[in-house]
């Protein structure tokens, strides 16, 4: 190798590790601010204790969770109660989320992450109403592309707050309850009519039909049967089964709740069950918004409790969750009323199937 090929290489190398040098100069001083952030706690000073209400407000609707001594409820529905372990788990998951990666948000990526008023936010507030803490939840993140984002289940959440609108932090936990959706925070058993001895579904047009049974593995009778008429017992052990097995969707929002023409409970669908122990229920079903039936029930009777301490606890509590059931409208889904609402030639053997 020549003198000169030496000297230019020598010089090349000077060059290059001079610029790998100001590289690591400039990285340098750029990253102390984002690498202090991770693992950081997003809220290091909120305790589950010091929390008495959330708000979650999204573009087009507002839910308040309220704590009520020992339980939580929904202001928003007439303050019925919050699945307190839903609530419980969304708070530890918050309480304990850390930063996994911060970058500077600017306005156009704060729109393209939801961290605008497209977004979500959630406000953690003290008895005082002061807030504890308070955060926007913006969009989902994936760690590959998926197909469909909106069914898909996200790595994590892109998350801002409010102390410093200039950052876009990445948190593990997808956060996937933080809505404003009765929905995600209910217990969704629903009231339960089981042994059914006598049932009657009246229409509002006019028409109706009633079954009856003398015991728990008696046949069913079909009430003012015409000659050549016969029930199908199938149907007939489904329409009255299908009562045992309801749940709830949701809970009806005030206004809906409160006029009966908005949930078509003022010209209902009635069906009414007496069960083999003897209690009575008035079923009101309105108008199908969607998949679900807006429906309000009274009930009334005693039921049988057991002998066991856990029977009669269960009992109790089966009976408690009846009546504050009783005091709203609720969502039931379509699937779980099919069966019960069918019209009355639906319920009768085809002339095929008589033998």
């Given at each position: 190798?020549?003198?000169?090929?030496?000297?230019?290489?020598?010089?090349?190398?000077?060059?290059?590790g001079?610029?790998?040098?100001?590289?690591?100069?400039?990285?340098?001083?750029?990253?102390?601010?984002?690498v202090?952030?991770?693992?950081?706690?997003v809220?290091?000073?909120?305790?589950?204790?010091?929390?008495?209400?959330?708000?979650?407000?999204?573009?087009?609707?507002?839910?308040?969770?309220?704590?009520?001594?020992?339980?939580?409820?929904?202001?928003?529905?007439?303050?019925?109660?919050?699945?307190?372990?839903?609530?419980?788990?969304?708070?530890?998951?918050?309480?304990?989320?850390?930063?996994?990666?911060?970058?500077?948000?600017?306005?156009?990526?704060?729109?393209?992450?939801?961290?605008?008023?497209?977004?979500?936010?959630?406000?953690?507030?003290?008895?005082?109403g002061?807030?504890?803490?308070?955060?926007?939840?913006?969009?989902?993140?994936?760690?590959?592309?998926?197909?469909?984002?909106?069914?898909?289940?996200?790595?994590g959440?892109?998350?801002?707050?409010?102390?410093?609108?200039?950052?876009?932090?990445?948190?593990?936990?997808?956060?996937?309850?933080?809505?404003?959706?009765?929905?995600?925070?209910?217990?969704?058993?629903?009231?339960?009519?089981?042994?059914?001895?006598?049932?009657?579904?009246?229409?509002?047009a006019?028409?109706?039909?009633?079954?009856?049974?003398?015991?728990?593995?008696?046949?069913?009778?079909?009430?003012g049967?015409?000659?050549?008429?016969?029930?199908?017992?199938?149907?007939?052990?489904?329409?009255?089964?299908?009562?045992?097995?309801?749940?709830?969707?949701?809970?009806?929002?005030?206004?809906?709740?409160?006029?009966?023409?908005?949930?078509?409970?003022?010209?209902?669908?009635?069906?009414?069950a007496?069960?083999?122990?003897?209690?009575?229920y008035?079923?009101?079903?309105?108008?199908?918004?969607?998949?679900?039936?807006?429906?309000?029930?009274?009930?009334?009777?005693?039921?049988?409790?057991?002998?066991?301490?856990?029977?009669?606890?269960?009992?109790?509590?089966?009976?408690?969750?009846?009546?504050?059931?009783?005091?709203?409208?609720?969502l039931?889904?379509?699937?779980?009323?099919?069966?019960t609402?069918k019209?009355?030639?639906?319920?009768?053997?085809?002339?095929?199937?008589?033998?």
């Amino acid at each position: 190798m020549s003198s000169r090929v030496a000297a230019i290489l020598v010089v090349l190398l000077v060059i290059l590790g001079g610029a790998a040098l100001l590289y690591r100069h400039e990285e340098g001083g750029r990253r102390p601010d984002n690498v202090a952030s991770l693992g950081r706690t997003v809220f290091k000073d909120l305790k589950a204790a010091d929390i008495t209400a959330i708000r979650i407000v999204e573009p087009k609707e507002t839910l308040t969770l309220q704590r009520k001594e020992e339980r939580w409820v929904i202001v928003e529905r007439a303050e019925f109660p919050a699945d307190i372990g839903k609530v419980r788990e969304f708070v530890l998951k918050v309480i304990g989320l850390k930063i996994g990666q911060s970058e500077p948000l600017g306005e156009k990526d704060r729109a393209r992450l939801n961290l605008d008023g497209s977004g979500t936010r959630v406000e953690f507030k003290a008895a005082d109403g002061k807030d504890l803490g308070v955060f926007t939840v913006g969009r989902k993140y994936f760690k590959r592309e998926v197909e469909n984002p909106a069914k898909a289940i996200p790595d994590g959440r892109f998350v801002a707050l409010p102390g410093d609108a200039s950052t876009a932090y990445l948190v593990g936990d997808p956060l996937t309850q933080a809505a404003a959706k009765s929905a995600e925070w209910i217990d969704h058993t629903a009231f339960q009519v089981e042994k059914v001895k006598t049932l009657e579904v009246r229409y509002p047009a006019g028409g109706g039909w009633r079954i009856e049974r003398s015991g728990d593995n008696a046949e069913w009778k079909l009430t003012g049967a015409n000659p050549g008429e016969k029930l199908d017992i199938s149907r007939a052990n489904a329409a009255s089964y299908s009562l045992q097995l309801l749940e709830l969707a949701d809970v009806a929002p005030k206004d809906a709740a409160q006029d009966g023409n908005v949930s078509g409970l003022d010209k209902p669908i009635l069906v009414e069950a007496i069960t083999l122990e003897g209690l009575s229920y008035t079923i009101r079903i309105g108008k199908l918004v969607g998949e679900n039936y807006y429906v309000s029930f009274a009930s009334s009777g005693t039921r049988n409790a057991g002998d066991k301490p856990e029977e009669k606890a269960k009992t109790e509590d089966k009976a408690a969750r009846e009546k504050m059931l009783a005091q709203h409208v609720l969502l039931i889904p379509k699937s779980k009323l099919e069966d019960t609402l069918k019209p009355r030639a639906e319920l009768l053997e085809k002339p095929s199937q008589k033998k």
